[in-house]
Structure formats: C-alpha cells, structure tokens
C-alpha cells in the first residue's frame, strides 16, 4: 500500500474506529456501528490496493528456458 493511504485519512479513520472498539465496554448499538464502520472503511481500504499479479508458472519456465538459450 503506498505511504500516502497508510498515513492517509482512511486508515487513521479506521485506527481511531478500532482503538474505539477496544477500549472496552460501549453500549451495543455503539458497538454496533462502530464496528460496521470500520468493516466499511477496512473494505474501502482494500479496494484501493493495487493486486499483484499472479505466478505464472509458464511464464517461469519460459524466463529459465530464455535465460539457459542465453548463457549456452
């Protein structure tokens, strides 16, 4: 996740939402919405998140292949 969301509004919204979830006993609506809140944050927060792109297992055995044709 690049530096900018890790430090950015989102993530210090779902800090102060969970530090509230902690800190103990609230009544059970409290509770409640407080912990929808952070699960909504939390999912924003992963939409953001570039994926990384998968293995390839032939796309390996191609790089080893060109890298054996190279040297030999």
Do not use: K, W, Y
Request: no cysteine; charged share 30%; net charge neutral.
């Amino acid at each position: 996740m690049p530096e900018a969301d890790r430090n950015g509004a989102l993530a210090a919204l779902a800090l102060n939402l969970a530090r509230r979830l902690d800190a103990g006993p609230a009544g059970l609506r409290d509770t409640a919405s407080v912990a929808r809140e952070l699960r909504a944050t939390l999912v924003e927060i992963a939409n953001r998140v570039v994926p990384l792109p998968e293995a390839d297992p032939l796309d390996d055995l191609a790089e080893r292949r060109a890298s054996r044709r190279a040297t030999g």
